[in-house]
């Protein structure tokens, strides 16, 4: 998939994956920025949160 965020220069390939993750038994998500986002309770929990939090994100970066 060719695309570009709003911070890249030029066209590149972005791989969709599964962001969800287990460590130590409790449930995260990655972000881009390469944060981790957690603990949840469940997937349906961590779900909703991505979705605000990428709300949140293209809010900031209207905002600027």
Sequence with gaps: MY??????????THFRC???????GELYF???ER???GPFENR???V????A???RMQF???SR
């Excluded at 599964?18 to 130590?24: A, M």
């Design 3 to 12: 695309g570009m965020r709003a911070q890249d220069n030029a066209p590149a």
């Design 35 to 37: 944060t981790l986002e």
């Design 18 to 24: 599964d962001r969800l993750c287990r460590v130590n």
């Design 30 to 32: 990655t972000t881009r």
């Design 53 to 55: 939090y990428i709300e």
């Design 44 to 46: 349906e929990a961590a």
């Design 48 to 51: 909703r949160e991505i979705q």
């Design 60 to 62: 900031l970066c209207m």
